[in-house]
């Protein structure tokens, strides 16, 4: 199976301690493909079996909507070309894309898909490139409609979303000492020693290039070569043409999926053009560019 999964570059430090604070407890599964870890501060053992429960069913729910390996909605879309009533989900992903692709001039473009898939089984690249384009997907409450053989990937802001549906699950169940690693990681309040959550950022080699401090805040990394596909092509692909700018982005924001998308989307683009994308989204920063 042809995997989309980044190479994860970002590491929180709390996982190296070596052993957690008495009073928290620790999830770890898997959702969208990624390894996935919560971390909860103050809390018993019972409480937790109950919120974990929680949040395997709501993995379960994002996957049914994102996944690309399974009958998902997003798989639907893709087969039959459009999808009925959408789910709340699916259409708040859509209208985060239209920001996105807004602010970053057409450089966040979930229609890559045909492309990726071509450059990955070594097929016509060009007939794959006549493909993009996200003004051509049609979004409403009544249906997402794609021009005739459009794919979509979501994999650029899925995983963020994921953090972020985790994060405010937890706040409505009262919990705000909290490490959620979705593949894109979202730290609220504070870690159990007390302070902010730290996360190391690191290249795909292992090599450390900086560290960033969260506290109801999140963190998204992408490098372009931590994913080789094809002949080794950077998984990450530009959908106006040309190479990836950076090895790696690191972005924060209150949002994981902003931060997600951001650094996909920046891999691709100079400075000037991340500041006046990041006009867009103010509470963003860049945390690394390497």
């Known amino acids: 199976m042809i995997t989309r999964r980044r190479f994860l570059t970002i590491g929180a430090t709390m996982l190296s301690a070596p052993a957690l604070a008495s009073e928290s407890q620790e999830w770890t599964g898997r959702a ?54 959408p789910d709340a989900s699916m259409r708040d992903i859509c209208d985060l894309v239209d920001r996105m692709h807004e602010a970053t001039s057409g450089l966040f473009d979930p229609t890559i898909q045909p492309l990726w898939l071509a450059i990955a089984k070594g097929e016509d690249l060009a007939k794959a490139e006549a493909l993009i384009g996200w003004s051509r997907v049609r979004h409403s409450l009544a249906e997402i409609r794609l021009d005739y053989r459009m794919q979509l990937t979501f994999n650029g802001i899925a995983q963020g979303y994921a953090a972020d549906r985790v994060a405010a699950l937890m706040r409505e169940e009262g919990f705000n000492n909290v490490l959620v690693d979705m593949g894109e990681i979202s730290g609220l309040g504070e870690r159990p020693a007390g302070g902010s959550w730290q996360a190391e950022i690191v290249l795909p080699d292992g090599t450390r290039v900086a560290s960033a401090s969260l506290s109801n805040r999140a963190l998204a990394t992408s490098s372009p070569s931590g994913t080789l596909i094809g002949h080794g092509s950077p998984h990450i692909i530009n959908p106006l043409g040309g190479a990836p700018r950076w090895q790696l982005v690191s972005i924060s924001a209150p949002e994981a999926a902003v931060a997600d998308a951001l650094s996909t989307a920046f891999c691709l683009m100079d400075r000037p053009a991340m500041d006046r994308a990041l006009q867009s989204f103010p509470h963003a920063r860049i945390e690394a560019l390497v």
């Open 32 to 85: 969208l493909g990624s390894a996935a870890r919560i971390v909860l501060s103050g809390v018993t053992a019972a409480a937790a079996v109950r919120i974990f429960a929680k949040v395997e069913s709501l993995v379960r729910q994002v996957e049914a909507q994102f996944s690309l390996y399974q009958d998902s909605e997003l798989v639907r879309l893709n087969r039959n070309g459009w999808l009925s009533h």
